[in-house]
């Protein structure tokens, strides 16, 4: 079996999100790059299936260079190999379209991606690689089996969970549930020094249609200051809530 | 410049977030000097319910291959029916994941997470949530045709009432692909996303059998509960009630945390709240930063007297 998985490179959870003085871009100074958090489910429920089932697992990022060391703490994670398309993503449309030319090519029986990814939060690079593909998609996955030419996914559906089975080839996006937060991989030092010797191919872009562009962004007013209330006068607190800000 | 929009339902019944979609679509028409079709699959509730919000057409799609969900047989009948230039989903999981679907389907832009009506209409701009709630996006559309996700609360429910009419479309699309097996609803609970407030709590409660106060509060309230991730990761309280920059972003009107300090990346996914209180034993938590209210005490007293007193005033 053979398994994509496709890693955005984010800014770190704790960076401070900052834009350029003329508010037409992300500030990407100073910023640490991190495998965005819910392809890391993603990617180590690949790695569950690598270990169970014998599978390989590949990973795709759509990125310019200075996504490698991300690719590369992908490889350590225990990938077995990795592409890169050369191109620095524009909306999800585009980066889409690159994933589905690559797994077009390569004839992938499983997709896996995270929900979403933390910077531009579309929420839509694995329904549009599903929907390029023609093939199945359960989003807001937090369970996966294999099992031959089938697979058995569980989503989250708003107040409970729905399990599916799903004919593959098919596009999974997960979350967490997908594994468990204390089985993420941390790389050792082994898995770090065959991430150096294990192959990274760069691929240059198929097309490079664009149908969203961010025009100007803004960072999120300061709130007012906070009221502080006694701990002894909770009443206030209830006036407050109740007269004030009216929201009982 | 037609506007459709997704009416989703659960079981029949239109949620919370279909009313402030089609509220959403409404104000999207008014500007375009159109009117707003309303696209529904398989509803039992009444059209009334749409006409309210200012859906003067209503397409109700009737398949009983479409009982159980599917992304990709929904947007294929979504697309048979909902031939507009610009097509309004909420920002549900179900209408997103059908969403990123029908934009290429159709070949349309889609913007998600949208928070206002447009910044103009053609070329289409309009403003969305970026950096899971640490900054804002405005993004324009290419070409002509546009689905938009709107984010759950941000737009809010408008009434508008309309005089309408429904039509019945009887589809029958093939879903071959996915097959649901079983389907678990823990029923009564209130959708977080919809509450419009919210009662959370962090790893300063110590132990899972001290939620009984967070329900109790939260009940009064008529609100719903959630977690920080470290609470959910522990096992103390389920997954689904995450919320964060990893879990679900949030936008009720109040948002109650208890024994939570603050880290960036829980601010990220419930800064969008309205009004923010604050309770917390450490009067340096970075919580109170962010906070409209804040009280520095032992939740463990605040919480039960804190709800003794808003019972006492619902009375
Ligand atoms: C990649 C990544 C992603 C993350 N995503 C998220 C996310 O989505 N959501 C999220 O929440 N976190 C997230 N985090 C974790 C985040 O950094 C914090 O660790 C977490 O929010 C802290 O949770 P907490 O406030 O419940 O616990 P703690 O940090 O332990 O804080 C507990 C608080 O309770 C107070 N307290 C203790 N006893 C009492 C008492 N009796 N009464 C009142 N107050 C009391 C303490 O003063 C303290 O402020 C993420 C971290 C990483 C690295």
Redesign the pocket.
């Known amino acids: 079996m053979k398994i994509l998985v496709c890693i955005s490179s984010v800014p ?3 960076s401070k999100i900052n834009f350029t003085a003329d508010k037409s871009a992300f500030d990407k100074n100073g910023i640490q790059w ?1 495998i965005n ?1 819910l392809d890391e489910f993603a990617l180590t429920k690949a790695i569950k299936l690598q270990e169970s089932q014998g599978a390989t697992v590949t990973v795709i990022n759509v990125g310019d260079a200075v996504t490698e060391p991300v690719i590369r703490k992908a490889l350590a994670i225990g990938a077995n190999d990795a592409v890169r398309v050369n191109l620095d993503p524009k909306d999800s449309f585009s980066t889409a379209k690159e994933i589905a030319a690559v797994v077009q090519n390569g004839g992938y029986d499983l997709i896996l991606c995270g929900k979403e990814s933390i910077d531009y939060n579309g929420g839509s690079v694995p329904g549009m690689v599903a929907q390029l593909l023609n093939q199945p998609f359960v989003n807001a996955s937090v369970g996966l089996d294999v099992n031959g030419s089938k697979a058995t996914a569980v989503r989250e559906i708003e107040g409970g969970k729905e399990t599916i089975s799903v004919k593959l080839p098919a596009v999974i996006a997960g979350q967490k549930g997908l594994v468990d937060e204390k089985d993420l991989i941390i790389p050792n030092m082994r898995g770090i020094m065959s991430a150096r010797t294990k192959p990274l191919q760069v691929v240059e872009p198929a097309s490079s249609e664009v149908k969203v562009q961010g025009v100007s962004y803004d960072s999120v007013p300061p709130r007012a200051a906070v009221k502080m209330v006694s701990p002894d006068n909770l009443d206030e607190l209830v006036r407050l809530l109740h007269e004030e800000a009216k929201v009982i | 410049m037609a506007v459709f929009v997704y009416a989703e339902n659960i079981n029949g019944v239109y949620k919370k977030a279909a009313f402030e979609a089609v509220s959403f679509a409404k104000a999207v028409a008014d500007q375009a000097g159109d009117t707003v079709t309303a696209v529904s699959v398989n509803p039992t509730d009444s059209s009334d319910l749409l006409y309210k919000y200012g859906a003067s057409n209503i397409i109700n799609i009737k398949d009983e291959g479409l009982k159980n969900f599917s992304a990709k047989a929904y947007a294929q009948a979504v697309s048979e029916v909902a031939n507009g230039n610009i097509i309004v989903f909420p920002h549900t999981t179900d209408a997103s994941s059908i969403a990123p679907m029908l934009a290429v389907m159709n070949g349309y832009s889609l913007i998600t997470n949208v928070l206002e009506a447009p910044e103009s209409l053609s070329p289409f701009q309009v403003k969305r949530k970026a950096f899971s709630g640490k900054g804002f996006m405005h993004a324009k559309a290419e070409g002509t045709g546009v689905i938009v996700t709107v984010s759950q609360n941000a737009f809010g429910v408008k009434e508008n009432a309309v005089s309408g009419s429904e039509e019945v479309k009887n589809l029958s699309v093939a879903n071959e692909d996915t097959k649901v097996i079983s389907h678990e609803q823990s029923s009564g609970k209130l959708d977080l996303k919809e509450a419009e407030i919210v009662v959370s709590a ?5 132990g899972p059998e001290n939620w009984g106060m967070i329900e109790d509060l939260a009940n009064v309230l008529g609100a719903a509960t959630a ?5 959910s990761d522990i096992g103390w309280r389920p997954h689904t009630e ?6 679900k972003a949030i936008a009720p009107n109040l948002y109650i945390a ?9 601010l ?2 419930v800064n969008s709240s309205k009004t923010i209180v604050v ?4 009067p340096e ?1 970075p ?1 109170f930063k962010s906070a409209d209210y804040g009280v520095v ?4 007293q ?1 919480i039960p007297a804190l709800t003794e007193k808003i019972k006492a005033l619902k009375g």
């Not at chain 2, 977690?227 to 609470?231: F, I, L, N, W």
């Open positions: 770190d959870t704790t991190v958090p | 962090g790893r300063g409660l110590k977690c920080s991730k470290p609470v995450h919320v964060g920059q990893t879990g208890v024994g939570i300090s603050g880290a960036i990346q829980h990220a996914g309770i917390n034993s450490d938590a919580f005490g032992d939740s463990f605040i």
